[in-house]
C-alpha cells in the first residue's frame, strides 16, 4: 500500500530506459525507412521524451538525496501520464502540428501537462536552479509586455503558449532534444560499453604505465585519465566521481596537500567537457546551431583544449618538483604486456574517427559502428583476462538509457528557452541591450560577456550551460564581429569554468568531498590550476589562427608560442623552472609568458609582443637552468 515494490519498478525502469537507447540505435541506422515507416522526427524526439520522463518518475525521488525503495503511487501515475501524454503527441504528431495556432483543447492541455511533467522531472534531476531560470522565461512569455525599455516582449496566450511548447520544432521537440535523442544517447552508450568491456580501466592502466614512473607521477595520471575520459564523459560532475575516486586519494597518499589534489581532478575532469569529440555533447549542439559540419566544430576546439590540458601537466609536474614529489610505487603500475593487450580498445576510436573525418558519417551512426567494433574485439580479446557477458551488453542498453535521462529532460527543458527566444523577440533584444551596454567595444563585450556566462552557468549541469549561453550571449559576441565558431566556443568555455569558479563550484565541489579537504579552498587552488581556461578564449576570439583557421605557417607560428606561453605562465604560478624561483623572476616568467601567448595576428604590432615574449622567455629559462646547476654543484661540493 506504501507504493510499489523495487521487484517491480525497477524492471520497469531498466525496460523503459532501453527502450530509449533502441529507439535512438534505430533511428541511427535508419531501421524506420528499412520497415517504410514515414516519420517525422518530432515523433522519435516525442517517444524518447515519453520514455525518458517515465523513467525519471520511476527513479528519482521528489525529495533529491534520497534513497529511493518504494516508488509512492502519485510518481507511479505521473510516469504513466508521461506515457499517456507525450505518447499521444508521438502518434498524432503529423495531425496536431497542424492546430497549434487554432488552440484546440487536444493540443494546449497534452502541452500544458508535457511543460509541467518536464520542469517537475528536471527538479529531481538537477534541482532548482535550472526550473528556475525556464520558469523566469515562461514567465516572460506571459508577461513580457510589461517590462519596460528594449526588454519588453510580445505577451503569448497561454493556451498558444502550452501547444507551442509542446509540439512547434522550436521548443521541447526542438534542436536541443534532437542532438540528445540521437548523437548523445550513441555516445553515453559508447561510454558505457567501455565501462562494462575493461575500457575505462584500461585508459587508467595506460595513463599510470605513461606517467607512473616520472615524479609526481599521481598527478599526471590525474590529468591523463580525466581528459580521456572527460572527452566521452556527459558530465564534468560524474567525471569526478568516476575517475577522482582513485586519482585523488593516490595524489594526497604522495604528500600533496587535499585541496590541492581534489582542485587537480576537478580541473582536468571538467576539461574533458572542452575537450572532442564529445565535449559534454555541446560540440553536436554547436554544430547544429551553426549549421556547419561536426568535424569544423572538431578541429576548432582541439587547440585551445590541448593547451588547457598542457597548462594542467606542466604545473602537475613542476609542483611535484617544487615539493619533491616522487614517481608512483613501481608494485603499482601495470604491466606493460597487460596494457598492450587493451589496445583493441583504440580500435574502437579508430573506427570512430575514420568513419566521422574520412567517410563523413553522421556522428550518431559512426558511434553505433563503434560501439560495434568494440562489443566484437572485446568478446573475442578482453582485457586483464575477462570479457564482457552477452547479458552485460545486453544490460548496457538499460544502463545507457539510465545515463542519459537527466540530459534528454535538460534538452526538453532547454527547447522552452530557445522556443520562447523566437516567439517572444527576446533574443534580438538581448544581443541589442548586451551590445549597447558594451558600448560596441568588443573587448568590453567580450569581458561582460566572460562574467555573465560564468554566473550563469553556476549550478548548471553542462548541455543546459551551453543551450543557454548559445542563445543568450553568443549571438551579441557575432554582431559584433566575432568569428561564429569562436564566439560558441567562448561562450562554452567561460560557461564550464563556472565548474570549478566559486562561489558555486559543482567540480571542484564534489572533488573537495572526496579529498576530505574544504570546498571553497579547493575551488580557488581550482581557479589556480585552470588559469589557461580564463585567457585562451579571448585569445582565439581575437585571433582563430588558434582555432586552425588560417594560412598552415601563421597556424603553426600562433600554437609554438602559445604553447611557450603556457608553459612560462605555469612556471610563474608554480613558483618553480629548473629550481624555486624569486618573486623576481616569477614576475618575468608571467609577463614573458603573456605577451608570447598572444597570436601573432590578433592586433597590429602582436608580432612584436610574440617575439619579445618568446625572447625574453627563452632568456629567462636559461638563466634560471644555469643558476639551478650552480646552485646543485655547490651543494655537492
Known amino acids: 500500500m506504501r507504493g510499489l515494490s523495487p521487484r517491480y519498478w525497477r524492471p520497469a525502469a531498466d525496460i523503459l530506459a532501453a527502450g530509449v537507447t533502441l529507439l535512438a540505435i534505430g533511428w541511427a541506422m535508419s531501421f524506420q525507412r528499412t520497415l517504410g515507416l514515414n516519420l517525422y522526427p518530432q515523433q522519435l524526439f516525442a517517444a524518447i521524451l515519453a520514455l525518458g520522463l517515465a523513467t525519471a518518475y520511476l527513479t528519482l525521488p521528489m525529495i533529491r538525496g534520497r534513497e529511493r525503495v518504494r516508488v509512492p503511487w502519485p510518481d507511479v501515475a505521473l510516469a504513466l501520464l508521461s506515457l499517456v501524454a507525450v505518447g499521444w503527441v508521438a502518434v498524432e504528431y503529423p495531425r496536431l502540428v497542424l492546430l497549434i495556432f487554432s488552440r484546440p483543447l487536444e493540443v494546449w492541455l497534452p502541452g500544458l501537462v508535457i511543460v509541467a511533467l518536464t520542469l517537475e522531472a528536471l527538479r529531481r534531476a538537477t534541482g532548482w536552479a535550472l526550473v528556475l531560470i525556464i520558469a523566469a522565461f515562461i514567465l516572460y512569455a506571459l508577461f513580457g509586455d510589461a517590462l519596460p525599455g528594449r526588454l519588453q516582449g510580445r505577451a503569448q496566450n497561454w493556451q498558444l503558449l502550452s501547444g507551442y511548447m509542446a509540439l512547434d520544432s522550436n521548443g521541447i521537440l526542438g534542436l536541443p532534444i534532437s542532438v540528445a535523442a540521437t548523437v548523445v544517447v550513441a555516445f553515453i552508450l559508447f561510454g558505457t560499453l567501455l565501462g562494462i568491456t575493461g575500457g575505462s580501466r584500461f585508459f587508467t592502466d595506460a595513463a599510470m604505465l605513461a606517467m607512473g614512473r616520472f615524479r609526481g607521477g599521481s598527478m599526471k595520471i590525474a590529468v591523463l585519465a580525466s581528459g580521456l575520459f572527460g572527452s ?28 590541492k589534489a581534489g582542485a587537480i581532478e576537478a580541473v582536468a575532469s571538467t576539461g574533458g567537457q572542452l575537450m572532442p569529440p564529445v565535449m559534454g555533447a555541446a560540440a553536436f549542439l554547436m554544430a547544429e546551431f551553426l549549421a556547419v559540419p561536426y568535424s569544423d566544430i572538431v578541429l576548432a576546439a582541439l587547440v585551445p583544449a590541448l593547451l588547457y590540458y598542457v597548462a594542467l601537466f606542466i604545473q602537475a609536474d613542476l609542483e611535484a618538483a617544487r615539493l619533491g614529489i616522487r614517481a608512483v610505487p613501481r608494485s603499482e603500475i601495470p604491466d606493460g604486456a597487460t596494457v598492450w593487450r587493451g589496445l583493441h580498445f ?37 582485457y586483464r583476462g575477462e570479457r564482457p557477458t552477452i547479458r552485460a551488453i545486453f544490460g548496457s542498453l538499460a544502463k ?11 534538452s526538453a527543458a532547454s527547447g522552452i528557452v530557445i522556443g520562447v527566444l523566437n516567439v517572444t523577440g527576446l533574443s534580438f533584444n538581448l544581443t541589442y541591450a548586451l551590445v549597447q551596454i558594451g558600448g560596441g567595444s568588443a573587448v568590453v563585450l567580450l569581458v561582460l560577456s566572460a562574467l555573465v556566462c560564468i554566473v550563469l552557468g553556476m549550478g548548471l549541469p553542462t548541455l543546459g550551460v551551453y543551450v543557454l549561453l548559445a542563445a543568450l550571449v553568443a549571438p551579441a559576441l557575432i554582431q559584433v564581429g566575432i568569428d561564429p565558431i569562436g564566439a560558441h566556443l567562448y561562450v562554452l568555455y567561460f560557461g564550464m569554468m563556472s565548474m570549478i569558479t566559486p562561489p558555486i563550484a559543482l567540480a571542484a565541489f564534489a572533488a573537495a568531498s ?68 624569486s618573486p623576481a623572476m616569477r614576475v618575468g616568467f608571467a609577463a614573458a609568458g603573456l605577451m608570447a601567448l598572444v597570436p601573432a595576428h590578433a592586433f597590429e604590432g602582436a608580432v612584436v609582443s610574440d617575439i619579445v615574449g618568446v625572447v625574453a622567455g627563452a632568456a629567462l629559462m636559461a638563466i634560471d637552468t644555469m643558476r639551478a646547476r650552480t646552485a646543485r654543484r655547490e651543494a655537492g661540493t
Request: proline fraction near 4%; include cysteine.
Open 232 to 259: 566521452i564523459s556527459g558530465s564534468a560532475v560524474a567525471n569526478v566521481v568516476g575517475t577522482g575516486v582513485v586519482t585523488i586519494p593516490m595524489i594526497k597518499r604522495d604528500g600533496y596537500p587535499g585541496h
Open 346 to 382: 583504440v580500435v574502437a576510436f579508430g573506427v570512430l574517427i575514420y568513419l566521422l573525418f574520412w567517410e563523413r558519417y553522421q556522428a550518431e551512426r559512426a558511434a553505433v559502428w563503434a560501439c560495434l567494433a568494440l562489443i566484437a574485439t572485446s568478446l573475442v580479446i578482453g
Open 400 to 410: 545507457c538509457g539510465h545515463g542519459v535521462t537527466e540530459i534528454i529532460l535538460i
Open 514 to 581: 572526496i579529498a576530505k579537504a574544504p570546498s571553497m579552498a579547493t575551488g580557488w587552488a581550482a581557479m589556480k590550476f585552470g588559469w589557461s581556461a580564463y585567457v585562451i578564449p579571448f585569445l582565439f576570439v581575437a585571433s582563430p589562427t588558434l582555432l586552425l583557421r588560417g594560412a598552415p605557417e601563421a597556424v603553426t607560428l600562433a600554437v609554438v608560442t602559445a604553447a611557450m606561453g603556457v608553459w612560462l605562465v605555469s612556471s610563474a604560478l608554480a613558483g618553480y623552472f629548473a629550481g624555486h624561483l
